[in-house]
DNA sequence: AATTAGTACAACCGCGACCGG
DNA sequence: TCCGGTCGCGGTTGTACTAAT
């Protein structure tokens, strides 16, 4: 049997689980006679889910001996497994003062709290919650608080307002370099409206499912077949002014006072209780208006402030007609024509890289 | 009912730190 | 000081389960 594993490693594929087993394990013995000492994660030792069986060998060697060195302890235990498997084995699953089950709210909170102080140290973290595994928690984090804390349009890394939203108001920033005067009103309205986007989408959190970035950009992807956007005597944009009344409705659209509704115990850098939206008209983020500032992305129209828009609107040159006063935010978007953006600077693709590079394609 | 996509979590892997000879 | 063995940590993968289509 040696001799075929050895001249004929295929055969392994075919071979009984059992036969396997305790071939490899010759073949390990043998090749620790030659001189090289098999290492206990490649040869002849198990892998993969646990077995009750040998849960139940590993727990009573524990108990009884204490785990001592955990190379010898498989061995020992009469387990066919490596040291390590075994270790983590005990430590994330068998150690009897495991807490098992969901994560308590306080419980959340605090792993928030630590990991802002602390970031990726799980073993850390696990340390000041009694009964919960630095792999626990560390799953748990990645599956719910990163994603809870994306979805508030907080960075979980750095635990301060995501930025990677204005990366694109950036990159709309160097396309307008290169931009004609026709397209150039096309960008102007695009940036300020992303502006309202990026804005709301750092205030939207899971009690808002309808107005999430996604919701936002297949909003925006599906508007089309807009005709007469630019003046052909002029290069302004029509309908600014649906941009100004859209931005005036925007504190009716239900973002405002979802953020605070999970205040997080950070103590360095604005917590989320902090950004909470007034919620009376003349709404203020202040993540928001601080990362734009810090992107140095122009005001031409601010998401959350009137007179910015007022100021964008009479930098548009002046023959913008008004809009019916039942104008939204998104009739602004209905005037921009995005397939001939889209053809001209490839915007289409940039925002599906931000949507997939945000990964709120989950939510 | 079958298939696909998304989610949760146990387990594995690789690397670096630590320690004793 | 160097070196090999061991352990622990953090990142990643595999798989079972569930929901959606």
Redesign the pocket.
């Known amino acids: 049997m040696l001799e075929l594993l050895l001249l004929r490693p295929s055969c392994i594929l075919f071979a009984e689980p059992k036969s396997l087993d305790s071939s490899l394990s010759i073949l390990a013995s043998v090749l620790r006679k030659m001189g090289r000492?098999p290492c206990c994660?490649e040869i002849g030792v198990?892998?993969?889910?646990?077995t009750p069986e040998e849960d139940k060998l590993l727990v009573e060697y524990i108990q009884k001996n204490g785990h001592?060195?955990?190379?010898?302890l498989p061995k020992l235990a009469g387990l066919n497994?490596c040291?390590?498997?075994c270790?983590?084995?005990w430590?994330?699953?068998l150690r009897p003062d495991i807490k098992?089950g969901?994560f308590a709210e306080e419980e959340e909170k605090l792993i928030i709290h630590l990991h802002s102080l602390l970031g990726?140290?799980?073993?850390?973290i696990a340390a000041r919650l009694p009964g919960r595994t630095?792999?626990?928690i560390?799953?748990?984090w990645?599956?719910?608080l990163r994603k809870k804390l994306l979805h508030m349009g907080i960075d979980p890394v750095t635990h301060k307002p995501r930025t990677d939203l204005n990366l694109f108001t950036s990159s709309l920033n160097l396309i307008k370099l290169q931009a004609d005067a026709t397209h150039l009103a096309k960008l102007q309205l695009a940036q300020g409206l992303l502006q309202v986007l990026t804005t709301t989408a750092t205030t939207t959190s899971n009690s808002n499912p309808n107005m999430d970035l996604v919701g936002l950009m297949g909003l925006l992807s599906s508007l089309r077949n807009y005709e007469g956007f630019v003046n052909s005597n002029n290069s302004s944009p029509h309908g600014i002014q649906g941009s100004h009344s859209s931005l005036s409705s925007l504190p009716n659209m239900g973002f405002e006072n979802q953020i605070g509704e999970f205040q997080a115990p950070i103590d360095h850098g604005p917590s989320p209780h902090e950004l909470r939206v007034e919620s009376n008209g003349a709404s203020k983020n202040l993540y928001t208006s601080s990362t734009m500032n810090s992107n140095a992305m122009p005001p031409l129209v601010s998401a959350t402030n009137s007179e910015n828009a007022q100021m964008y609107a009479s930098n548009s040159g002046g023959s913008v007609p008004l809009s019916s006063p039942s104008s939204t935010l998104f009739d602004a978007w209905e005037g921009l024509n995005l397939e001939d953006l889209n053809n001209d600077f490839g915007l289409k693709d940039m925002l599906e890289q931000i949507s997939s590079s945000s990964s709120l394609?989950?939510?």
């Open positions: 000492a994660d198990k892998k993969g889910p646990w001592g060195s955990w190379r010898h497994r040291g390590k498997s270790r983590l084995r430590t994330n699953y098992r969901r990726n140290k799980w073993s850390s630095d792999n626990e560390k799953n748990h990645n599956t719910h394609h989950s939510y």
